[in-house]
C-alpha cells in the first residue's frame, strides 16, 4: 500500500510538472513552481524544474496570488480573474512611429474598462509638412492625398482581454482636414493642393504585446471608407487603408 501511495504521487507530480506557475509571497518572494493542488485556502507545490521532488504547502496567509502559465491570475481571497484584472494600468497613451517619417504627429488614448476586454480611443493628429510632396511614404490607395489634422473615436475589442500577447479589433470613426494634390474639377484640376474636409470609417485589427505591466507595443492594419467634399462630377466615396506601429505608456 506505501508503494503504491508512492509511485501514485510520483505520476501526479510528473502530470503536475507540465504547469509552471509562479507563486508570489506575501513577504516578496516570488516562486516558479509546478502546482499539485490549488484553492482558495492554499497550494500544494513542488519547485520547478528542480532535482528535488519535495512537495510543498503554503496556506492563503502567505500568498498574495498565483500566475498561472497561460496568463490567469489566481488571488487567495478566493475571486479567480484574469491578468488583466490585476496587473495592467487601464490608461494608454500611444504614440505612432509609422507616421513621423511622413511629417505626422499622431497620439492616442486610450481608457480600458474593468475587464479589460473593451478599450475607448481618442486620437489626435497634426501633419507639419508645407510642401505635401515631399511626403515620403503616403497614403494607403491614396498617395495624393495628405492629412492636415484629425481626431475622432475608436472602439477596441480585445477577445481575450489583457494578456502578455493580445488581439484587438474595432471601428474607429475619423474627422479631419487634409490636402488633395490634385483637386480635380470637371475637366482640368488645379496644380496647387487644395485644403477638404473628410471623414473615415476604419475597421481596426491588430496585434499587441506587452512585455511590461507599463509598456507596450501594437502592430495596426485598419481598413475602410473615405468621404471628403470632393468637386462635384469627382468622386466623393474612396477605399483608405492604414498602417500603424505604436509604442505606448500605460498608467
Not at 504547469?19 to 493542488?37: A, M, P, R, W
Not at 497634426?126 to 505635401?132: M, P, R, Y
Amino acid at each position: 500500500m506505501k508503494k503504491l501511495a508512492i509511485i501514485f504521487t510520483i505520476v501526479f507530480i510528473s502530470l503536475a510538472a507540465q504547469s509552471q506557475d509562479l507563486l508570489y509571497f506575501s513577504n516578496g518572494n516570488i516562486l516558479k513552481v509546478n502546482t499539485i493542488e490549488q484553492n482558495s485556502e492554499g497550494v500544494t507545490f513542488t519547485l520547478y524544474n528542480s532535482t528535488n521532488v519535495e512537495v510543498f504547502n503554503a496556506n492563503k496567509e502567505e500568498l498574495i496570488r498565483i500566475i498561472k502559465q497561460n496568463g490567469d491570475v489566481v488571488t487567495f481571497d478566493g475571486i479567480y480573474r484574469s491578468e488583466s484584472d490585476i496587473s495592467f494600468p487601464k490608461n494608454r497613451v500611444a504614440f505612432n512611429v509609422l507616421h513621423a517619417p511622413q511629417g505626422i504627429i499622431t497620439m492616442k488614448y486610450e481608457f480600458l474598462n474593468k475587464t479589460g476586454n473593451l478599450g475607448f480611443e481618442i486620437p489626435m493628429s497634426v501633419g507639419l509638412l508645407e510642401d505635401t510632396y515631399l511626403d515620403p511614404i503616403g497614403e494607403i490607395f491614396n498617395r495624393e492625398f495628405y492629412s492636415l489634422f484629425y481626431t475622432g473615436l475608436t472602439l477596441n475589442w480585445y477577445p481575450v482581454g489583457q494578456k502578455r500577447v493580445s488581439y484587438v479589433l474595432g471601428p474607429s470613426l475619423r474627422l479631419g482636414i487634409g490636402k488633395d494634390q490634385y483637386y480635380y474639377y470637371y475637366d482640368s484640376y488645379y496644380s496647387e493642393p487644395k485644403e477638404e474636409y473628410y471623414s473615415k470609417l476604419l475597421i481596426n485589427n491588430g496585434l499587441i504585446l506587452n512585455p511590461s505591466d507599463h509598456f507596450s507595443i501594437s502592430f495596426m492594419f485598419s481598413l475602410g471608407i473615405m468621404h471628403h467634399n470632393a468637386p462635384p462630377e469627382e468622386y466623393k466615396f474612396r477605399t483608405v487603408a492604414d498602417a500603424s506601429i505604436n509604442l505606448a505608456f500605460r498608467f
